[in-house]
């Protein structure tokens, strides 16, 4: 593998939850329909392995494991990058990152705040990340704005050192912030790191300037509309101005309670998956946060009706 490819595809990237048995052990067989589901609906890639799949509550053997299934599950239909580097130690972070590489996902993603303390500056981030790169050559990496432990978002200046390396092509950018958007984006203008926004609020406007796709927690939710939207915001301008009232608007459902609400509307969606979580009671999701998942559900079903979204998020002629 060359790591000059420019190998990312832009679109969108779900930030994969993972299913659990009632008896708290990684449910493959959930995980394989859930694979299917997201590539049914029109998804450009997977990011596996991310704070939504509860890496930090995953085991090293887990983490890997859940990469390469998805990765042979996926076959070359879809992309797939993977995160899962979460401890503190750089010694082991080289470890976690080098079993990853072996699953054969596409990049690497690296935990932006994994790589310096709150108060460190970007140098020391950047003598870290080349001591990363060193230990596992001939494999592009990404960069995760991990809201946890703390929030690590790069500078514009950081960016473009990045895109020097010619090792990165994928940001998960959580700043939330079109004009920080922007910035980043003329940083690695002409460069083969692509940014991906996590926030549907500013989905729009961050494609208009030139973002690559979306990457964010409601690709758990109604990917083929974020596909949809992706693919069709410069050409149906009309149509895209009014989805982007209603991604923006239901992604609130984000702070309800999450992942487990993921769990229960991907089960509306006939999907095999149980409500438990290793970072949450499931027991908490109250009966009204499930109505609201019910509705949100039903709402959907008739904005795709609207938008006539055939398979994978296309829209049918009318």
Known sequence: MSISQNLIAPGVYPTMITPFTDSGEVDYHALEQLVEWYIGHGVAGLFAVCQSSEMFALSLEERVSIARFVRERAAGRVQVVASGHISDRLEDQITELQAMAATGVQAIVLVSNRLAAMEEPDEVWKERAALLLE????????????????KRLLSPELLAWCEGTGRFQFLKDTSCHSGQI???????????????????????????????GYSGVMGNFHPDLYAWMYRHYADRPEQAGNLQWFLGLTSVIESQYY???AKYYLSLEGLPIGLHTRTKDCRHLTYANRLELEQLHALTALVREHYKLGDCGEIKDR
Do not use: R
Request: aromatic fraction near 10%; hydrophobic fraction near 40%; charge should be negative.
């Open 135 to 150: 230990a596992v050559p001939e494999i592009p990496f990404g960069v995760y704005e991990c809201p946890y432990p703390y």
């Open 259 to 261: 992942p487990v609400n």
């Open 182 to 212: 922007a910035d980043k984006l003329a940083a690695v203008q002409g460069g083969s790191l692509k940014l991906y926004n996590a926030n549907a609020a500013t989905l729009l406007e961050s494609l208009k300037l030139g973002a690559h």
